[in-house]
Structures are given as C-alpha cells and as structure tokens.
C-alpha cells in the first residue's frame, strides 16, 4: 500500500464522487477509473480491476457497486452512503432537467444527430477504458484467456449473460484456483 494516497475522508469519498457523477453522465466508469486509480490514488490499478470484477457479479449498476464498496472500504456504512450519495446527485438532477427539455425539442434532426454523435463517443470512451482495465491482466495468461473466452461466448456467440457468466465464473476460479496450487 506504500503507492496508494493517504485515505479518503468521508467528504473526500462524496465530493470525488460527485465530481464523477457530474462530468462523467453516461459513462462513468473511465471518470472513477482515473479518479480513484490516478489521481487519488486511493487503489491501485490491480485493485480496482478486482474490485470492478467482483461488483460486475453483484445485482446494480457496476459503478455504483464500485462506489458503495470502495466507501465501505474505509469508512464502512458512512462511506458507502456518501460515495453513493455523491455519485448519484448531480446525475439525478441533470437527468429531469434534461428530461424535460428533451421532451420539447426531440423531433429537431439536429438533436438526434447531437445523440448519434453523443453514442458513438460514449462507444469509443467504453472501449479505452476497457483496455485500461485489463492492462493488469497483460502478464497473466490464463486471465487473458478467460477474459477472451468470456468475451467471444457473450459478443461472438451471444449466448445469454445471466446463464453465461454464472459458468464461466465458476469454471475460470476453479482453473485459476488449480493453477494457484
């Protein structure tokens, strides 16, 4: 833990996160990446790729997964609920008031056009981040392959992801587990 910054506060943990809440609306996950990793240094790159994985198993969105562990971390319920708390305001707020204006102005070609534009953005956002997440598994290469696996049962072959997941979870821990002996 020598790399890591000293730990959060409880009002350091709702004020990061409510940073990534209000600049990172629609995909937040890069914005917490870089913010808990990065910049405050709260983990390093191979604890938030394990934390991300173990919250990806847990019902709810990844990232407020992420968030509500990485508060309980240090400061148990308090933390948990100040990091949630500050991720999900200005997200919350800023979608009824876009909400609303987008309900007046939806059929302009212009506004459509701005969101086509707006997908392709977040598209390319997910996929960078994606690479930064897995950069930690680079050395390791049965993860790799069950990374690969993974992804070509879920994209490649499409099979369902409530079905999928639940196996090839069970089957990489137990090859990880053979392996580790």
């Given at each position: 833990m020598s790399d890591?910054?000293?730990?959060?506060t409880i009002a350091?943990?709702?004020?990061?996160?409510?940073?990534?809440?209000?600049?990172?609306?629609?995909?937040?996950?890069?914005?917490?990446?870089?913010?808990?990793?990065?910049?405050?240094?709260?983990?390093?790159?191979?604890?938030?790729?394990?934390?991300?994985?173990?919250?990806?198993?847990?019902?709810?969105?990844?990232?407020?997964?992420?968030?509500?562990?990485?508060?309980?971390?240090?400061?148990?319920?308090?933390?948990?609920?100040?990091?949630?708390?500050?991720?999900?305001?200005?997200?919350?707020?800023?979608?009824?008031?876009?909400?609303?204006?987008?309900?007046?102005?939806?059929?302009?070609?212009?506004?459509?056009?701005?969101?086509?534009?707006?997908?392709?953005?977040?598209?390319?956002?997910?996929?960078?981040?994606?690479?930064?997440?897995?950069?930690?598994?680079?050395?390791?290469?049965?993860?790799?392959?069950?990374?690969?696996?993974?992804?070509?049962?879920?994209?490649?072959?499409?099979?369902?992801?409530?079905?999928?997941?639940?196996?090839?979870?069970?089957?990489?821990?137990?090859?990880?587990?053979r392996v580790g002996?």
């Amino acid at each position: 833990m020598s790399d890591h910054a000293k730990p959060p506060t409880i009002a350091d943990l709702f004020l990061g996160f409510f940073t990534i809440g209000m600049f990172g609306f629609g995909g937040v996950l890069p914005w917490a990446r870089r913010m808990i990793v990065e910049q405050r240094r709260w983990l390093s790159a191979a604890e938030f790729t394990d934390m991300l994985g173990l919250c990806q198993f847990l019902p709810g969105g990844n990232i407020m997964n992420v968030t509500i562990a990485l508060g309980a971390r240090f400061h148990g319920v308090p933390g948990a609920a100040a990091a949630f708390l500050g991720l999900m305001t200005a997200p919350v707020a800023i979608v009824i008031g876009l909400g609303a204006v987008y309900e007046r102005y939806a059929d302009l070609a212009t506004v459509r056009h701005g969101f086509a534009a707006l997908a392709a953005a977040a598209a390319a956002l997910v996929l960078s981040t994606a690479l930064k997440i897995a950069a930690p598994l680079r050395t390791r290469p049965l993860e790799v392959a069950v990374g690969v696996v993974t992804f070509l049962a879920i994209a490649v072959l499409r099979l369902p992801l409530p079905l999928a997941l639940p196996v090839l979870a069970a089957i990489s821990t137990i090859l990880l587990w053979r392996v580790g002996q």
